[in-house]
């Protein structure tokens, strides 16, 4: 398996503009994660999906952000509209179940301009 | 990648050296822990896991010892090289019922050879 598959890799956007994000985990891994780092907070949980349903989406920022997963093969986060302080690394993991090790992504480098 | 050893604890070792990384974690109710490394534009990486019905698991030259009385997570290096200059992350699983990890800040180590 290729593992986590994220894409872009990198994204520079202008305020304002939609941002989609994608992901593809591992095959058979039911839970899916999106996290977001940056230096002042670190990693941080946005939502949790388990067999496709959003499970926890408490750390989602706010109403500009969301997440679906339309199948167990893929899954999007999008930000409409971007603002400057979106700029992170955005994680993507999966993992076979629970009190399993997440497997990570190479991660999308997001710069709102 | 991102710079994000501006903000975190930096441990600087020799080669050879044995390392010893400290992580504090939040919920006595925690029963899985892992520890992550993760190199400069990578993602983080699977190291070691331990679950709460044990004090100390081995890898290759990898340690994790786990003290629940004080909620105090260790990993150790032995060997110290310089290909494990990363930023090490511990996360926790907070309890039955939850498949999502909680991550620390992060510790930087520079290996000198």
């Known amino acids: 398996d290729a593992g986590v598959i994220q894409s872009p890799r990198h994204e520079v956007t202008e305020m304002g503009q939609e941002v989609t994000l994608r992901c593809k985990p591992i095959?058979?891994?039911?839970?899916l994660f999106w996290y977001r780092q940056t230096m002042m907070r670190g990693l941080e949980l946005l939502i949790y999906?388990?067999?496709?349903?959003?499970?926890?989406d408490s750390g989602m920022p706010e109403d500009r952000f969301s997440a679906k997963m339309p199948n167990a093969s893929f899954s999007t986060l999008k930000i409409q509209p971007s603002e400057p302080r979106d700029s992170a690394v955005y994680f993507c993991?999966?993992?076979?179940?629970?009190?399993?090790?997440?497997?990570f992504g190479q991660g999308t480098r997001l710069t709102v301009v | 990648g991102e710079s994000v050893g501006l903000h975190l604890p930096t441990l600087s070792v020799q080669e050879g050296d044995n390392s010893i990384i400290n992580c504090a974690y939040s919920n006595s109710a925690s029963d899985y822990f892992i520890w992550y490394k993760q190199e400069s534009g990578k993602g983080p990486q699977f190291i070691i896991d331990i679950r709460s019905n044990m004090d100390k698991r081995q890898g290759q030259r990898v340690t994790v010892l786990l003290n629940k009385t004080v909620k105090h997570l260790s990993l150790q290096i032995a060997a110290t090289q310089p290909g494990d200059s990363a930023v090490y992350f511990c996360?926790?699983?907070?309890?039955?019922?939850?498949?999502?990890?909680?991550f620390g800040k992060g510790t930087m180590l520079l290996v000198s050879p």
């Open positions: 999906f388990n067999n496709n349903v959003p499970i926890d």
């Open positions: 996360a926790e699983n907070m309890g039955s019922g939850y498949s999502t990890l909680t």
């Open positions: 993991a999966s993992s076979p179940g629970q009190e399993q090790e997440a497997f």
């Open positions: 095959s058979g891994h039911n839970s």
